[in-house]
């Protein structure tokens, strides 16, 4: 019998993304997601069950139902402004809802976690290598929110033995080569897939948050991971818990950062297309450059990110982009 894996937010993009790996690698995922911000359409992969974080009674259902051995938390709400904005909302459903499902968890007795975090966890440090150890200041209520989850697994640890794999992404980009699952926001914040809709018209112009940063061109530098990537690292992550080798935090970047012009720039390429674009005004709670300074998950886990090129991730997402959506 397959091992089944309990993946809150498998109805959202990274989530979806895990679920296909997952399934390939010989798991049985289980989506349990609220559809506030995913989507039905993108679960393809397990079965489904519909609920919040917050509420307990269905958590102890679900786990009683399935016994996973591993819980992987990627249900989270993640646009950076209006966390800044709504911060009591983050606080309740990152955090409380975090909170929640541990002790759901724990109760059941699935000691086993994967947890989604955020290089926003670390904030704007200039000239300090973001490496695993380094000191964490978040600019804005998403990061901090995800930092308390971090301090949340590492208590449940030392109380009842929760193990955990922190991983704390860079940009996620791309989509699914295959087209089964891909990226879906609605409303859509992310510099990729606005700038897709740019390109072929469903918007105007992409707006550039701010062209007078401190960096080579003026705009923001981003490490940008391969969604694929990212998900394959989880199922190693996954193996670290089962193979009993203790918790542990992982970067996934891959150390190399790309502006927001660059990325423009290397659109017209896959798309044979110019990107219509209005220089705007800075974005609060935006960091200047993200990047990462850690080798550890490929050191320690052997991850490596191999479509993790511009080109890769804009081919896929473009082709995920004409092709596929979860409004069906
Ligand atoms: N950007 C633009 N115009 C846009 C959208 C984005 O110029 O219309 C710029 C941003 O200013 C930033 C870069 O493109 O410099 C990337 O922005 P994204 O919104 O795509 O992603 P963020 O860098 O804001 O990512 C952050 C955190 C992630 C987190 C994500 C949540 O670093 O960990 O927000 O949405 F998951």
């Not at 049985?28 to 919040?52: C, I, K, Q």
């Not at 190693?236 to 203790?246: A, C, P, R």
């Not at 550890?296 to 052997?302: D, I, N």
């Amino acid at each position: 019998m397959s091992t089944t894996i309990l993946v809150t937010g498998g109805a959202g993009y990274i989530g979806s993304h895990a679920c296909k790996v997952l399934a390939r690698a010989g798991y049985t995922p289980v989506t349990y997601d609220s559809l506030t911000t995913g989507w039905r359409d993108a679960v393809t992969f397990g079965p489904f069950e519909e609920g919040d974080l917050l509420d307990r009674e269905r958590l102890d259902q679900v786990f009683a139902a399935y016994r996973p051995a591993a819980v992987m938390h990627f249900a989270a709400l993640s646009q950076v402004g209006e966390s800044m904005t709504d911060p009591g909302t983050y606080w309740r459903n990152n955090v409380a809802g975090s909170l929640t499902l541990i002790e759901a968890a724990v109760a059941a007795g699935c000691l086993n976690f994967v947890f989604s975090s955020t290089c926003a966890t670390y904030g704007d440090q200039d000239g300090v290598v973001l490496d695993e150890g380094c000191a964490q200041y978040p600019l804005n209520a998403y990061g901090a929110s995800k930092r308390a989850i971090e301090d949340m697994l590492e208590n449940f640890e030392a109380s009842h033995g929760l193990r955990h794999v922190i991983f704390r992404y860079f940009n996620v980009a791309g989509a699914d080569p295959d087209g089964e699952v891909g990226e879906f926001h609605r409303p859509e914040t992310h510099l990729i897939p606005l700038m897709l809709d740019a390109v072929d018209g469903k918007r105007d112009a992409l707006t550039i948050f701010g062209t007078d940063y401190d960096t080579p061109d003026g705009t923001c530098v981003r490490d940008y991971v391969h969604v694929m990537d990212l998900v394959d690292a989880h199922v190693l992550g996954l193996k670290w818990l089962q193979d009993d080798k203790g918790s542990r935090v992982f970067n996934l970047g891959t150390g190399t950062g790309f502006t927001v012009r660059e990325v423009v720039n290397s659109s017209a390429a896959v798309t044979n297309r110019e990107v219509p674009i209005i220089e705007g005004d800075r974005r609060p709670g935006d960091c200047v450059a993200l990047v990462s300074g850690s080798t550890r998950a490929g050191q320690e886990l052997g991850w490596q990110p191999a479509r993790s090129t511009l080109d890769a991730m804009i081919t896929d997402a473009w082709r995920w982009h004409q092709t596929g959506n979860y409004e069906r």
